[in-house]
């Protein structure tokens, strides 16, 4: 058995390919058609995005994912600023209704410990 730094060195592949301008033993030369072939899958797959593409702007956008018997759903995105304002409304009028509540609850309280009830202020 000979070690493979001794079977280059007696080749002179190295030395050999400086010299002669050779391609040396152990390195094949480089096969292209694997890459023509790659190459020709990528040109071929970009070819059919492009008319799938183009089929759907056909179809149009918009009804593209949507089923037929959602076709006259209108999205409720449209309304969603005045779901927010009706939304802001009613946090304000709860607002005021509790702050009203405890002013009251306050004001029994307060009358309770004057020895007056909450009905007799109110009818003078």
Sequence with gaps: MVSQASQNQRAGTQMAAIMNHENPKHKPT???SKGNVQSMRQL?????EKKLE??????GEENQW??????????RYRDYERMIE???????????????QKT???DTQKASRDG??????DEQ
């Design 30 to 32: 480089r096969d292209h």
């Design 44 to 48: 071929q797959e970009k070819i059919r």
């Design 54 to 59: 183009d089929a759907q702007k056909k179809a």
């Design 66 to 75: 949507k089923m037929k018997q959602f076709e006259n759903v209108q999205p």
């Design 86 to 100: 009706e939304r802001d409304v009613k946090r304000e009028e709860l607002r005021f209704e509790r702050e009203a």
């Design 104 to 106: 009251r609850n306050l």
């Design 116 to 121: 007056r009830s909450w009905e007799s202020d």
